[in-house]
């Protein structure tokens, strides 16, 4: 058993808004600049929807993530070594700017100097990219509440597989928001596409990171990311992607997206792995069976031998601690209501979410029935069929009772809590369907609900003191210098070209190609 630690976040659908703050303040803080106008390290999806880039999904057309060969190994779906290098100068399986969008900007100075006159002034949106007029048709999230889902729901992959009745109801059942970040995944597609081994993935912490001295441009990592969450910056040519605002994570903070969260639905903290199991788990021959798999790479914090092994593995005491008061650890593993994001791509995502209950207490109000009544809701999560199956394709590889499991908790805890609140009752009969106690179901109410702050981010800051030995194992990570977040190669020590933020990032590569 070889221990590791993982910066980790879990993302509650149920208090999700759609109002793309995250995004924003994403936006402002890593891509507000030249070269990057179209990418969203965070973006908000509409579901059912085709997503950002279109149809991202759509493993046949991308070739993302991993799949098994014939003799049950791991191998990118991008293909191997010689595939990937006869397509280096012509990747097909690479998104466009019509995948995309075209970002937009509008002609203010139009508006600012026209003279007084009787008709109040057109500005014109231009292109962001060449600047010449141009139709918006489309954006990161065009299809928000459902404003074009008769038109382009059907297109979303995950109803491709269903029913023609699902497809043509669908979008009178239920929609909802899906935050979407790079998942920083435990076996990262990107990482073994990389031909330059530029993507890499920090021992200390997880967060995976694009080396900028190192990257050439090869953009084989957006190909083989099968959440389309790596880049490419026009103006530089190199790999961009979410870092886990790792400068802040490094000082104890959470993520701006996290910080900024109006809705207050995410969380973040440690979880405890062990390493050496990570390729078994990912190479678990029924889909169905990696989301168990990759629960089984997870390490109990609490438990004395992993205390043990974990700091023999040089993980120290408060990063340990940590990870015994981690949100995501209770989530996951203890009241087990977080999922992956499409398990089925292999690559063991470290961002989960907790699926979205609203749109099945909406369905039992919807006719005339008591929402607080477990059986009207456990009768509801088990008859309505087009959200759960909608739901197991995103979160469980398509097993719906996963999915119900989840929904049948959550609901028990909205009815247990409610007894408690409005006559002072004690609901036993609930306890049992969900399988909790009643002090963990109100362990999870607390978190769920009401969770304060540093309940909500539990963040180890790193260690100073090993800074320096870190930073002679790494070139940096930094997207600073031309074309990055600080738009000039301006450094308040007067470097330029890196940030020095890079200085814990010890490269942890994944196998090229094949892993046996």
């Known amino acids: 058993m070889r221990v590791m630690a993982q910066v980790a976040m879990v993302m509650n659908l149920d208090k999700c808004i759609g109002c793309h703050t995250c995004s924003v303040t994403c936006k402002q803080t890593w891509t507000n600049r030249e070269g990057v106008e179209y990418v969203w390290f965070n973006n908000v999806e509409t579901k059912p929807g085709v997503g950002y880039p279109k149809r991202y999904e759509d493993q046949e057309r991308w070739r993302g993530g991993w799949q098994l060969d014939a003799r049950g190994r791991l191998k990118l779906r991008a293909g191997g070594r010689v595939k990937r290098l006869l397509n280096l100068f012509a990747n097909p399986d690479l998104p466009d700017l019509d995948d995309y969008y075209e970002p937009a900007t509008y002609d203010y100075d139009t508006l600012i100097n026209a003279p007084a006159g009787p008709h109040t002034p057109v500005i014109r949106p231009k292109s962001a990219i060449t600047g010449q007029d141009m139709a918006i048709t489309w954006g990161a999230n065009w299809e928000d509440d459902l404003g074009g889902a008769p038109e382009h729901a059907p297109a979303d992959p995950n109803l491709a597989a269903m029913a023609e009745k699902v497809k043509l109801e669908f979008d009178k059942t239920f929609m909802f928001h899906l935050p979407r970040i790079c998942e920083h995944c435990l076996n990262p597609a990107c990482v073994a596409a990389c031909p330059s081994g530029a993507m890499y993935k920090r021992e200390e912490d997880g967060i995976v990171l694009v080396d900028q001295n190192r990257c050439r441009g090869w953009r084989m990592c957006v190909s083989s990311c099968p959440y389309k ?9 190199k790999a961009e992607k979410c870092t886990f605002c790792f400068p802040r994570i490094e000082a104890g903070q959470p993520t701006v997206c996290a910080e900024t969260c109006v809705g207050r639905l995410r969380y973040i903290g440690l979880i405890l792995y062990d ?5 078994d788990a990912a190479r678990a021959a029924d889909p169905r069976d990696l989301l168990e798999a990759q629960r089984g790479v997870f390490l109990d914090p609490d438990d004395p031998a992993v205390v043990d092994a974990a700091r023999a593995s040089g993980i120290s005491d408060d990063w340990i601690a940590a990870a015994q008061r981690s949100p995501i650890y209770r989530l996951a593993m203890r009241y087990r209501v977080a999922l992956p994001l499409h398990p089925e791509y292999r690559t063991l995502p470290m961002v989960w979410y907790i699926p979205p209950l609203s749109p099945v207490l909406d369905a039992v109000t919807g006719v005339g029935a008591d929402a607080d009544d477990p059986d009207n809701v456990f009768h509801a999560i088990t008859d309505l069929r087009i959200p759960l199956e909608y739901l197991a394709s995103l979160f469980s590889a398509g097993d719906t009772e996963v999915v119900a499991g989840v929904l049948m908790k959550l609901s028990a805890m909205r009815a247990y809590m409610r007894a408690r609140t409005v006559d002072g009752t004690v609901a036993t009969d609930l306890l049992e369907p969900a399988g909790m106690a009643a002090s ?20 180890p800051a790193a260690h100073r003191e090993d800074a320096a030995a870190l930073a002679a194992q ?43």
Do not use: W
């Not at 969450?229 to 040519?237: A, D, R």
């Not at 607390?446 to 309940?455: C, F, P, V, W």
């Open 275 to 279: 390493a050496d199991a990570v390729l």
């Open 229 to 237: 969450k790596v880049y490419v910056n026009h103006k530089t040519g």
């Open 440 to 459: 963990d179901m109100e362990e999870m109410y607390r978190l769920l609900a009401i969770a304060k702050y540093d309940e909500r981010y539990v963040v």
């Open 474 to 516: 790494a070139d940096g990570c930094s997207l600073d210098g031309d074309g990055g977040p600080g738009m000039s190669g301006f450094h308040p020590s007067g470097v330029t070209g890196r940030r020095g933020d890079g200085r814990l990032g010890l490269k942890l590569f994944i196998g090229k190609g094949t892993a046996s």
